[in-house]
C-alpha cells in the first residue's frame, strides 16, 4: 500500500471559493438549480446547520458551510453584502444569467460584450454572493484589450 498522498486532492484545483451562506442547503440547492452544479456531498452538523458541503460546477469545485457567528463566519446577508464576486464561465452566459434569474437571482449588469473579448453580466443570488457570468468570444493581445479600453472607457 503506497503511503504517498497528493497535496492537492484529486479533481481539485489549487483554488477553491469556500462560500458561507445563511441557509447552505438552499444556497446547494439554488446553485444546482441556476448553474447546472452537482451535488458532491453535505455533512449535516448542529442545529441543522451545514457543516461542510461541496458542489461542482463544471471543472470547478465550490464549498459551502453555514454561517455561525460562534465559528467566526458570517454571511453575505450579515455583512450587507460582499467584496467578493465569484465568476464563472460558461457556454453560452445570457442562457445561464436566464437560468439563474429563473431559480431567484437578481441580474445587477446584463450581459454584454465587453472589450476584453467576454459576453459578461453580473447577478446576485438570493444569499447575496455576487457572480459574475461569462462566455470569451474572442482571443485578444494585452495591446488590443488596452486599445479598446481606450474606445470603450475614455477616461480611463
Given amino acids: ?3 504517498h498522498v497528493k497535496p492537492i486532492p484529486e479533481g ?3 483554488l477553491t471559493p469556500h462560500l458561507v451562506c445563511r441557509g447552505a442547503n438552499a444556497a446547494m440547492d439554488f446553485y444546482i438549480q441556476a448553474f447546472g452544479a452537482t451535488d458532491e456531498g453535505r455533512l449535516p452538523g448542529p442545529d441543522d ?3 461542510h458541503g461541496m458542489l461542482r460546477i463544471g471543472d470547478s469545485a465550490l464549498m459551502l458551510v453555514d454561517e455561525n457567528p460562534d465559528w467566526g463566519m458570517s454571511s453575505p446577508l450579515s455583512l450587507d453584502g460582499s467584496p467578493v464576486t ?3 464561465y460558461v457556454e453560452d452566459v445570457d442562457a445561464t444569467i436566464a437560468q439563474a434569474v429563473a431559480a431567484g437571482a437578481r441580474v445587477t449588469m446584463p450581459a454584454e460584450d465587453m472589450f476584453w473579448g467576454d459576453r459578461y453580466g ?3 443570488d438570493p444569499f447575496g454572493h455576487e457572480w459574475s457570468v461569462a462566455t470569451h468570444l474572442r482571443d485578444l493581445s494585452s495591446e488590443e484589450i488596452q486599445a ?3 474606445n470603450a472607457c475614455p477616461e480611463a
Fill in 1 to 3: 500500500m503506497s503511503t
Fill in 12 to 14: 481539485m484545483h489549487s
Fill in 49 to 51: 446547520k451545514l457543516m
Fill in 86 to 88: 465569484v465568476h464563472l
Fill in 122 to 124: 453580473k447577478l446576485v
Fill in 148 to 150: 479598446a479600453m481606450k
